[in-house]
């Protein structure tokens, strides 16, 4: 019994050992230690705003540190039994009251030049509406140059699978094979590159267009969060909050973001995904898109059970799994393994109503997915996790 006890001890400090190691080796790179540079001008702007104040905060603060150090040591009581006995210094309390002054004026003049760029969003050729939902984005592109009409609007989920995010249940003692840690990752799959930044359905914005945006959300405050471009907005409920950007047209590539604001349980689950192309690219994408919207919906029948599967499993792992589980086990939101709900021929209907309208917490989800997609999703729910029912739903039955 203690030799057992013992081995676990050693191997739970072991692990901390390992972690220790790959802490020191993240801080040898002192890249990630400070803020983002970013890649527009606006971003530069801020980084270097905040390197020039944290210069003259580290100064001001080893004088006055060092200040206290050399009077705790020259004036200790072991030297000076006697203290000295003196009142206030008038030449001494302007000096320690003006120097402080000037620095804040030094200091305001360079960022509120920042701030003011910042909250300029005057003289933008294309601008977008990001509304935050629990736990997604939505788009819409609102006008383009002089395009005032163009009806591009989509929503944006998390891309990683449930299977590389979702913790196994663990059981036993204390670490009675190996560590908790290790086991987890052993049953879990390898991590993409993107693991928890990557989405469906990416922002496409210009290179060298300034892009204004304007912030909101639907239910509760989210954050739209973009350090390469210097973005942090709140997005408020009934409130519309406005930011900008010019990515320069020789930085184009995907960027990464996420919601900064504590927004409930899946908080970490709406990350953000910008791409940023040629203008050109951005025109022929920016038309296929309108054209799309016009044409409506595609209520094409799928012509097999297995062709709606294949496209509801992708659609229930982007949109439904992270609250009704990777296997239907359920979670924040219901289970379907093996519930009437599902299995019962008498409730089909009724589950199509709940995917549109949304009911109790469950959000609406006739704007988020195209009739095609619920039809893929609810045939998939009802024929999988063991549930089998044969169901085959077509898109007419849910745009109907």
Known sequence: MQSTLFRRVVSALSLLLVSGAGVASDWADRSNLNLRPGVTEISQDVFGLHMTILWVVTVIGLLVFGLIMYSAVAHRRSKNPNPSQFHEHVGLEVFWTVVPFFILIAMAFPATRVLISMDDTSDAELTIKVTGYRWNWSYEY??????????????????????????????????????????????????????????????????????RFLITADDVIHSWFMPDFAIKKDAIPGFINEVWTVVPEDATGVYYGQCAELCGRNHAFMPIEVHVVPQDEFETWIAEEKEKAASGPDLTPFASLDVAMQLGQE???????????????????????GTDFMKNPERLQDNIDVLIKGRNAMPAFAAQLTPREIAAVITYQRNAFGNETGDLVQPADVAK
């Not at 449930?162 to 390898?190: C, K, N």
């Not at 659609?315 to 393994?337: R, S, V």
Request: proline share 9%.
């Open 142 to 211: 609102l006008a383009w140059k002089d395009d005032n009409d163009i009806g591009v609007f989509f929503f944006s989920n998390l891309k990683t699978p449930p299977e590389q995010y979702e913790r196994p249940i663990l059981s036993g003692g204390l670490f009675p094979h190996g560590t908790a840690q290790q086991r987890v990752d052993a049953e879990r799959p390898a991590k993409d590159a993107d693991y928890m930044l990557a989405v469906d359905r990416p922002l496409v914005i210009p290179a060298g267009i300034k892009v």
């Open 315 to 337: 659609k229930y792992a982007a949109a439904c799994a992270l609250c009704h589980g990777a296997n239907g086990q359920g979670g924040i939101g219901l289970p379907f393994a």
